[in-house]
T-cell receptor, first 111, second 115 residues
């Protein structure tokens, strides 16, 4: 049974700070990893994908992957109140096999 | 229309009703998915279609019946549902083949309430 573990939060950070969201996964065969942002009452929106060990940066977002530790994280720099949402971590073992999602971490950015 | 669309956005039905959810993707993808999202639970994959063929059925009760007439359209037919089936039903699509990264894009969802 593949599992993706996340702390459900809420994680509260002040505006302008760095928000750090963490995720661990159980399947060593996982090849691709995703971070989705889900606002309350809305559907998940893909914000980052990462496939190789190391860091991947996109604007204020940085995804970090460590396959040896089975750990993936998302850093949000200069957090804004509009970043307040639930962030879902997900992993895929390749092809059209199912993507396994974590429960999501609720982030609150305090003005 | 762009991305993935779903209709209706909200649905209230009785346990004896029959209704259908519709999903359409405008991304040229070859795989489509139905997920169920309930409060305080991870997204649950229900069905996967690849090139219009069902390739995954995660032990979903038979009161949920999927249909994929072509690579752009996906339906979820509902009948004799239970109150515990009330949830957000999400459709997603991806460009998927062996070795692909399978980035999935979601529609806005249908909020289903079963009375």
């Amino acid at each position: 049974q593949k599992e993706v573990e996340q702390n459900s939060g809420p994680l509260s950070v002040p505006e302008g700070a760095i928000a750090s969201l963490n995720c661990t996964y159980s399947d060593r065969g996982s090849q691709s990893f995703f971070w989705y942002r889900q606002y309350s009452g809305k559907s998940p929106e893909l914000i980052m994908s990462i496939y190789s060990n190391g860091d991947k940066e996109d604007g204020r977002f940085t995804a970090q992957l460590n396959k040896a530790s089975q750990y993936v994280s998302l850093l949000i720099r200069d957090s804004q109140p509009s970043d307040s949402a639930t962030y879902l971590c997900a992993e895929n073992s390749g092809g059209y096999q199912k993507v396994t999602f974590g429960i999501g971490t609720k982030l609150q950015v305090i003005p | 229309e762009t991305g993935v669309t779903q209709t209706p956005r909200h649905l209230v039905m009785g346990m004896t009703n029959k209704k259908s959810l519709k999903c359409e993707q405008h991304l040229g993808h070859n795989a489509m998915y139905w997920y169920k999202q309930s409060a305080k639970k991870p997204l649950e994959l229900m069905f996967v279609y690849s090139l219009e063929e069902r390739v995954e059925n995660n032990s979903v009760p038979s009161r949920f019946s999927p249909e994929c007439p072509n690579s752009s359209h996906l339906f979820l037919h509902l009948h004799t549902l239970q109150p515990e089936d009330s949830a957000l039903y999400l459709c997603a699509s991806s460009q998927s083949w062996a070795g692909s990264y399978n980035e999935q894009f979601f529609g806005p969802g249908t909020r289903l309430t079963v009375l």
